[in-house]
């Protein structure tokens, strides 16, 4: 039986909205042992036009993240236009 998204995912907020410009930044670590899924939703800060936005999802089992790679599938190109700004 599926049970409801909201009542059964823990939410919480990793990292703040990114403004364009910006570098390469690091959200926070989520330990996902013992959760059968994850679902990341990400608010973008300020977008210009032409932009190249990625978000990329790592995976690892080492506390101190020596491990981590980047989880295959799990990453988004997505924000070309300013008006995909704040969404």
Known sequence: MIGSFLK??????????????KATTVGEII?????GGACFVYKLGAVTD?????????SGTDAAVS??????GASA??????????Q
């Open 8 to 21: 059964e995912c823990e939410i919480r907020p990793v990292e703040n909205s990114v403004d364009a410009g």
């Open 31 to 35: 330990d996902t042992q013992g959760y």
């Open 67 to 72: 491990d981590v790679a980047e989880l295959s």
């Open 50 to 58: 032409g932009a190249a936005v990625t978000l990329k999802v790592y």
């Open 77 to 86: 190109a997505i924000a070309k236009t300013a008006t995909d700004s704040d």
